[in-house]
């Protein structure tokens, strides 16, 4: 059974199409006039230029990280475009009947039908192509009550007081090497933001594409709850296969003000490399809530795509009995690396976090938690429950977990739970005896192992997370 | 039905069947009965195709097809089930899930319409009601936390729900208190339409006081040594299988 489990990992990847979007792509190479090329794109107000500038100074002094269990050769970040935009798109549309029908295509193939998502799911999507934002459905509805949902360079214009106010306010710009470099050069992204007491109407969704050869994507996200507001938010993504690696260096930052809740799901699906290790997406994202007086972040999180993943949604939980959140799958099959988690910062007085990682290997891949649970001195009653599960799919891959605790106060409480198994041959030999083929058998081992998490998805989406799991296993057994 | 011709088979090198010879008509019910050790799992697992399981010599027709040459779950849905001796739990995964995709796996093989989720339910009700199971098991991970008794009348509720043409049952009476043999005896008793055929690999007569047997064999040192009715049963519950002349090696290193 290992041997046909091994042979495995090498399905094709399904997103890995091509698409042919004629393109405006700058030159590979970063400096300062590549970052005020891009501002000028954008049409940017000189603040947001030289808060670029700033971040590019910073990032400057700085060096990559190498903490994390994962392994690449050098990043040359002068190799790299880091603007590109489908040419259609200079007229921007104001509506799906006005993108360009080969993009619709695009996503399509995806399994993305915009129309149909506007239409009979209620669902409001951004979608975000290479460097830009092309299309925000469902504008007017979301206005009527009062919530902002469009592209951050749009924001950065038409709100500039609540994205000047807010952006790098729980990520800094000189957090970490990567928030740095995306602090530069950023090119699109979603901006929200949901009024006092709104609970927003509908799921919001952004959809991100990488299509160009050798560019980057640098999206900033920006999400924003004011008291007693609540919205659930979930971005997809996938890029195509190319032999080559790309860079993906996103920063989430959510605000929930006091009372406020955000639901924040993503279902990450980047190019994950050949069975070799060719090509796929570096995926180094930063991603933090901040958590005010009662309010609640959950992010929630399945992640099957990407060459290497380096990413740890987390939550400063500064407001007393805020609630922060984290429900994870990983999957890495062939070469895969992943090393993520989150970091659980509670300050304030009984706040509470829940930690619910899943980790599952297969092939020659590397999986790794890596967690931490800090509990500040005034975090009186606190507690954290962690729980992480690895599953391992085959005898060539690996599973680590990295779980940090700092305590500074004696009444908060830790507690954690850790277990590694495989998928049994005794298991697949009882699915097979009823009639299962084994790739069928994996899949449905591997997503009971997952319900804890997928149970956390909007609904329409753990549909989509399941299908995603499955068709990333298929070919693991032969 | 099931011819079996000189099976040798053996697992890690080690050999475990030595020439054995069975066969089963439709509607039959052959009790296989023999010391700890034996090889009476194993058959079990040759027969259902099971990795590792190395057949070295012998041929196996089921119902017209080369048997060894099909994949477990070819097998399984040309009508082959086997309820395990120690069914394994699959946290997170329902009874209802597998149970679902395996109907279906069996149907499509057959040609035959998936079951839409309310005909599947209906069966799988009446299945769990057939086995006294409260509904809820459909709902739980599978075998996850069951009690050994209700682990062998899950297993017995699967069976019913496939409708499978040939049951292996391995020892699906052993740790039942009486009410529970009675249980599993009745489900087995319910599916005996004189076409589908059973083997019952059991270490007790008192199965066999519920489940008629047309046949009883003992399986010794890797082959069926002797061959009889009921009352070759009844003798070796009063006697062991001592009478039999047997070494009895294989017992002392089960
Ligand atoms: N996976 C295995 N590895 C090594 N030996 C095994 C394995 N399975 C069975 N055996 C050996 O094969 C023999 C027959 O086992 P089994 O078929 O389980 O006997 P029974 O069911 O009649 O008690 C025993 O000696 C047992 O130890
Ligand atoms: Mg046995």
């Not at chain 1, 902002?148 to 360079?153: A, Q, V």
């Not at chain 2, 994949?71 to 086997?82: K, S, T, Y």
Request: hydrophobic share 40%.
């Amino acid at each position: 059974m290992t041997e046909q489990i091994d042979q495995a990992l090498s399905r094709t990847y399904d997103a890995g199409f091509i698409s042919d979007i004629e393109s405006e792509t700058f030159a590979a190479e970063l400096n300062e006039d590549v970052i005020r090329r891009i501002s000028a794109m954008k049409n940017e107000p000189d603040w947001m230029l030289e808060w670029r500038l700033r971040a590019y100074q910073n990032w400057l002094t700085m060096t990559e990280p190498e903490w994390a269990h994962v392994h690449y050769p050098k990043i040359n970040y002068q190799a790299i475009s880091y603007y590109s935009a489908p040419k259609s798109m200079k007229d921007k549309p104001k509506s799906l009947d006005e993108v360009d029908p080969e993009l619709l295509r695009v996503y399509e193939k995806l399994g993305i039908p915009l129309y149909e998502q506007e239409m009979l799911a209620g669902v409001a999507v951004d979608v975000v192509f290479d460097s830009v934002s092309v299309v925000t459905t469902f504008r007017e509805k979301l206005q009527e009550a009062g919530v902002i949902f469009c592209p951050i360079s749009e924001a950065i214009q038409t709100y500039p007081e609540l994205v000047k106010k807010y952006l790098g306010s729980v990520v800094p710009r000189s957090d970490n090497y990567f928030a740095a470099l995306n602090s530069a050069v950023f090119t699109d992204g979603s901006f929200v933001y949901i009024p006092k007491g709104v609970r927003c109407p509908m799921e919001l969704s952004t959809y991100f594409r990488i299509n160009e050869q050798n560019t980057g994507q640098f999206e900033r996200t920006l999400i924003i709850a004011d008291e007693g507001s609540f919205v659930s938010y979930l971005e997809g993504c996938t890029a195509p296969q190319r032999d080559e690696n790309q860079l993906h260096a996103a920063v989430v930052e959510l605000i929930a003000m006091d009372d406020a809740q955000i639901k924040y799901s993503t279902v990450q699906n980047w190019y994950p490399g050949d069975e070799h290790g060719k090509g796929g997406i570096y995926n180094f994202v930063t991603k933090r809530a901040l958590c005010h007086t009662n309010a609640k972040v959950s992010w929630t999180q399945v992640e099957t795509g990407s060459a290497i993943t380096w990413k740890y949604p987390s939550c400063i939980l500064k407001g007393d009995n805020s609630v922060g959140e984290f429900y994870s799958v990983a999957l890495t099959r062939g070469r895969q690396q992943a090393d993520t988690g989150t970091k659980m910062i509670h300050l304030g007085k009984n706040t509470k976090s829940t930690i619910i990682a899943k980790g599952i290997s297969a092939g020659h891949s590397n999986n790794t938690y890596r967690g931490l649970v800090h509990m500040g001195p005034k975090a009186d009653g606190a507690r954290n429950f962690t729980q992480c599960d690895s599953l391992l799919i085959g005898d060539l891959c690996g599973a680590h977990t990295f779980p940090y605790i700092e305590s500074r106060n004696p009444s908060a409480k830790v507690e954690h739970e850790a277990t590694t198994s495989k998928v049994g041959d005794d298991q697949l030999f009882l699915c097979q005896q009823r009639g299962l083929d084994a790739e069928k058998a994996v899949s449905m081992i591997v997503n009971g192992f997952c319900k804890a998490v997928f149970k956390e998805l909007p609904m329409e989406f753990a549909v989509e997370a399941g299908k995603l799991l499955e068709i990333s296993l298929e070919g693991s057994v032969g | 039905m099931l011819t079996i011709k000189n099976l040798h088979a053996s697992v890690e090198q080690k050999n475990i069947l030595n020439g054995l010879n069975l066969s089963i008509k439709q509607g039959e019910v052959h009790a296989i009965m023999g010391p700890n050790g034996a090889g009476k799992s194993t058959l079990g697992y040759v027969l259902s195709g099971r990795d590792g399981y190395q057949v070295t010599d012998g041929e196996v027709d089921f119902q017209g097809n080369n048997l060894l040459e099909l994949d477990v779950e070819q097998r399984a849905r040309h009508g082959l089930f086997l309820a395990f001796q120690y069914p394994v739990e699959i946290p997170g995964v329902s009874n209802m899930e597998l149970m679902k995709e395996s109907v279906n796996a069996v149907r499509q093989h057959r040609a035959e319409t998936p079951l839409t989720a309310a005909e599947f339910l209906k069966k799988a009700k009446a299945a769990c009601q057939q086995v006294q199971l409260p509904l809820e098991f459909l709902k739980r991970g599978i075998n996850e936390g069951f009690s050994g008794g209700e682990k062998k009348r899950n297993e017995i509720m699967q069976m019913i729900l496939l409708e499978p043409s040939l049951c292996i049952l391995d020892e699906s009476d052993s740790g039942l208190d009486v009410d529970a043999l009675q249980i599993v005896a009745n489900g087995v008793n319910s599916q005996r339409d004189g076409k589908r055929s059973f083997i019952v690999i059991t270490h007790y007569q008192r199965l066999l006081d519920f489940i008629e047997p047309d046949f009883v064999h003992i399986l010794a040192n890797g082959k069926i040594v002797k061959t009889g009715d009921a009352a070759l049963a009844k003798q070796i519950e009063k006697e062991g299988y001592a009478f039999l002349g047997l070494d009895n090696s294989a017992e002392a290193s089960a």
